[in-house]
């Protein structure tokens, strides 16, 4: 204890120097590397989102052992009120600001193993930190794949816990399909495996004097005294605040599996150290759609026609995205006609239909002259790989500005897209932002991006009302702002408030009873707290690329 000097921030005791001295104890424990040079603390300070907040000590375990080590020195801590908060990180795409922390950051980025694999069964294990392209490539040679529309960085275990709705979600139903148990490193180091316990076998787990043997016991006690609530989160299936996959952890027959519950987490529960995924047979392109239009309403139209059609995606972008990617030297506009004002639909099918290209055809003599569909050739394939390119020149322009992710990934109805469009255009003259509006049509998860001067004094203040606004309006259109991944601590700000008290209560409840000494990431969903939250907006350009 003499080693430490602390301070006291927000209710906890955090240890603030001679991390030098935990750093070398830890590198004893551990066969991964602990660091804490300025340099590496510099870069585990941001993620993707608007937030910098620097950690007192980045460590890389290599083996569920080492993680186990790690978070037993920090609960050992914890129970002597010496807090120490842990962030878990995979590649750190976080838009949200969920995977940095004072305290320590535990990278999985070593953890990247493909384990064992059974081709028959279509079975594979891996260490939570390997990565989505890693998986696929791995998979691919047995010509297999996980069929999730990611950034190839992002790791298994940050999927899980961040559980974002992907582009193919509409086809193929999102991570939570694919994966059959999950290993976690608990706050005290102990280790839990996820899979269905039986009613019968239950009475033996809830009696073991374990941190599982709790966890079990305690959740089911929850969940029984909450059912209204619970049978209420059922109804909300495009809101993913707090933790509403507590709805699907215990079953009618009263058996229960954890999995469900990990899945938009946030790793605020525990460590996902290794993962088993079922692979499903690759299937190859079979051709793309592209068209333009002057007018949403007519966009909208075609939209929800190949929406029928069983697409792989379907997306739609404001226009003026594709036309700002020619400042950047693309030239859109040699393929795509040029539109003022107008939106791009784009989409993918992984299916092969001889009637799809003729029904498409059709479609065009009912929509107006203006309309430019170009269908599956050579021209349509170029434009695709442009769109998406000029997308992330969109979203990396800092001329005058930063398009920090604020309002990304919300939820609207497809029914109340239109009003939706129509709000944005008085928000937009109200708030004097570029309020370009791209998403998926077929999962109805939708992305603002304007530019802000992040250098400037009131940068947070105009963020923050810009968040606020875009959530009304959100809501005022029947839709959710954590409707496609979880609130983390930007999105936070603003949805602590509108979870109804009973239901904060027992996200509270859950989260004690994973995390007694509410070490494991605690700044984030309801332990938000907005005040801090706004001091550590960045000043600075982030180093991430935004994509
Ligand atoms: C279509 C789409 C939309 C997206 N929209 C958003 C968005 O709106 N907001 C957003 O934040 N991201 C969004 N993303 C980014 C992305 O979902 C996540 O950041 C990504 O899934 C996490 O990858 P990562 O490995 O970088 O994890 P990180 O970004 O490092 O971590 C993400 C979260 O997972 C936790 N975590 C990571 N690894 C583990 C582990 N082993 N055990 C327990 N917890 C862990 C972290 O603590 C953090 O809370 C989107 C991605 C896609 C494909």
């Known amino acids: 204890m003499s080693a430490f000097f602390i301070f006291f921030e927000k209710n906890h005791v955090i240890i603030i120097s001679r991390m030098g001295k935990i750093a070398r104890y830890l590198n004893q424990l551990t066969v991964g590397n602990v660091f804490d040079s300025p340099e590496i603390l510099e870069a585990y300070s941001t993620d993707r989102s608007v937030l910098k907040i620097k950690p007192r000590a980045v460590a890389f375990p ?59 069964e279509r079975l594979v294990r891996v260490q939570a930190g390997i990565t989505l392209r890693e998986l696929n490539t791995a998979l691919s040679v047995n010509g297999l794949t996980i069929p999730i529309a990611g950034h190839g960085d992002e790791t298994i275990g940050g999927l899980i816990s961040n559980y974002p709705t992907d582009n193919y979600a509409h086809k193929y139903g999102g991570i939570m399909n694919y994966v059959e148990r999950v290993e976690v490193v608990l706050a005290n180091g102990d280790c839990l495996q996820t899979g269905l316990i039986r009613k019968r076998n239950l009475e033996r787990k809830i009696h073991e004097r374990t941190l599982e043997g709790d966890i079990y016991r305690k959740l089911s006690k929850v969940i029984d005294a909450n059912d209204k609530i619970i049978s209420e989160l059922k109804k909300r299936q495009f809101d993913k ?12 027959r009263g058996a229960m599996d954890l999995k469900p519950l990990l899945f938009g987490a946030e790793g605020t529960l525990g460590v996902i150290s290794e993962v088993i995924l079922r692979a499903i047979p690759i299937k190859k392109p079979a051709g793309r759609v592209v068209a333009t239009f002057e007018d949403f309403r007519m966009a909208e139209r075609f939209l929800e026609f190949v929406k029928d059609l069983h697409p792989l995606e379907v997306n739609i972008y404001d226009a003026s995205i594709a036309m700002a990617a020619e400042e950047t030297g693309k030239r859109l506009s040699s393929i795509i006609k040029k539109i003022e004002d107008g939106y791009i639909a784009i989409a993918q099918f992984d299916s092969r239909s001889k009637s799809r290209i003729k029904k498409i055809l059709n479609i065009k003599k009912m929509l107006p002259r203006s309309t430019q569909i170009i269908t599956d050739n050579k021209k349509a394939s170029a ?58 049509y077929a999962t109805s998860n939708y992305n603002l991006r304007p530019k802000f001067n992040i250098e400037e004094e009131n940068f947070s203040k105009k963020a923050v009302a810009f968040l606020r606004a875009g959530a009304y309006v959100i809501k005022r259109r029947g839709g959710s702002l954590a409707g496609g991944s979880p609130e983390g601590r930007v999105k936070a700000i603003v949805t602590n408030d509108e979870v109804p008290p009973k239901e904060q209560c027992l996200y509270l409840e859950i989260k004690a009873i994973f995390d007694r000494y509410d070490m494991i990431n605690p700044d984030i969903k309801l332990g938000t707290n907005t005040r801090s939250t706004l001091n550590h907006f960045r000043t600075t350009g982030s180093p991430k690329i935004m994509i």
Request: glycine residues 8%; charged residues 25%.
């Open 62 to 120: 290599e083996s569920t052992d080492d993680i186990r080590k790690l978070m037993k020195f920090c609960y050992q801590l914890a129970a002597k009120d010496i807090k120490t908060p842990v962030a878990i990180r995979g590649s750190g795409l976080d838009e949200m600001g969920a995977d940095i922390t004072n305290g320590l950051v535990i990278s999985t980025e070593k953890m990247n193993k493909l384990l064992e694999s059974d081709r028959r």
């Open 383 to 440: 434009v695709f790989e442009e769109l998406s390119n000029a997308l992330t020149s969109y979203l990396n322009s800092t001329k005058d500005g930063e398009r920090v992710p604020l309002l990304t990934n919300f939820y609207i109805p497809a029914e109340n897209l239109s009003g939706l469009i129509d709000d944005l255009g008085v928000l937009r003259e109200k708030l004097g932002l570029d309020l370009a509006l791209y998403g998926s």
């Open 241 to 252: 605040t707090g933790y509403v996959n507590i709805a699907y952890v215990k079953n009618r």
